[in-house]
């Protein structure tokens, strides 16, 4: 009878374990499969005002609000995930971890001036120095408007 209890409590640490593994961020993933980042980045268009599910390491998280995550391929090529602040808040120790993120891919048209803006912004947030020459002219941004995420440990 001892040796079946402590057989039941360790695979209950067990599934604990697995099920703590992941974080569910806002709404439940519904596409079956990812779109590869690699085809998000390089035919961006064709994806636009769709809802596309992409996954990836996790690169880089925005260190103020938990607003955005950038999450990179195999290859390098890479994909932002943005949420409304407070919305979803990523936890910003995911980098280096494997996420699942889905929303509606949008295209961001800038103007130099809100280009510089938004450099001068995401510097800020993120402790890092930012040179106003760097940003040369308007700017398109493609990025996912997150609705929901798994982050994977």
Not at 79 to 106: C, H, L, M, N, Q
Not at 124 to 141: H, L, M, Q, W, Y
Request: with cysteine.
């Amino acid at each position: 009878m001892k040796k079946l209890v402590t057989i039941s409590l360790t695979s209950l640490s067990l599934v604990a374990l697995v099920f703590a593994a992941e974080v569910k961020l806002g709404k439940p993933l519904t596409l079956k499969q990812p779109t590869p980042i690699a085809a998000l980045a390089s035919h961006p268009e064709q994806y636009v005002g769709k809802i596309v599910q992409a996954k990836g390491k996790v690169s880089e998280v925005c260190q103020m609000m938990g607003c955005w995550m950038n999450l990179v391929d195999e290859d390098g090529k890479s994909v932002r995930i943005k949420v409304k602040d407070g919305e979803i808040v990523f936890p910003k120790d995911s980098a280096g971890k494997t996420a699942i993120a889905e929303g509606k891919f949008a295209k961001l048209s800038l103007t130099k001036e809100q280009a510089v803006a938004q450099a001068k912004h995401e510097a800020e947030a993120n402790g890092k120095k930012f040179d106003p020459a760097s940003v040369t002219g308007p700017v398109t941004i493609y990025q996912i408007q997150g609705q929901g995420a798994v982050i994977l440990e």
